[in-house]
């Protein structure tokens, strides 16, 4: 996320130069592709989780029970597992977000975003876009 609208340029570019960086997690740390817990509120940046609204379809759970984060998951972690979102001028692998096999007309997922920034952050307004594409299966 860059502030005031400049470009952030690599995936570490952090606040020395106006960016908000992806999240690194915690004691191992996520990429786009492996999620893990996000335990420290000393890991600053920005990341995402997800959760089942109905059906089963998320890729994998806030919630998980195991590292990486699976679709294993239920309310009995205390942790909350998050990926870093793919990077298109790294270049990173887009993800999937949900999928099912067969085609479905009421399976919904929460996408939530996290952000934690240090003290030092410069005051701004930062932002960045997220585009998420729909495939049909039919």
């Known amino acids: ?43 600053y940046g920005m990341g995402f989780s997800l959760a089942n609204v109905s059906g089963t379809d998320a890729s994998f ?21 998050a990926r870093q979102f793919a990077d298109q001028e790294a270049p990173e692998t887009k993800q999937t977000i949900m999928s099912n096999a067969a085609p479905v007309a ?9 952000l934690n920034v240090s003290t030092t952050q410069p005051a701004g307004y930062y932002f960045n876009k997220v585009q ?4 049909a299966t039919f």
């Open 1 to 43: 996320m860059g502030k005031d609208g400049i470009a952030c340029t690599g995936a570490t570019a952090g606040e020395s130069v106006n960016c908000i960086q992806d999240t690194l997690c915690g004691a191992v740390s996520c990429s786009e592709t492996a999620g893990y817990y996000w335990t420290s509120t000393a890991k």
């Open 61 to 81: 759970l806030y919630d998980s029970t195991s590292e990486p984060c699976t679709t294993t998951g239920g309310g009995t972690s205390t942790n909350f597992c």
């Open 106 to 114: 009421s399976s919904q997922v929460y996408l939530c975003y996290r």
């Open 132 to 135: 998420l594409t729909a495939t």
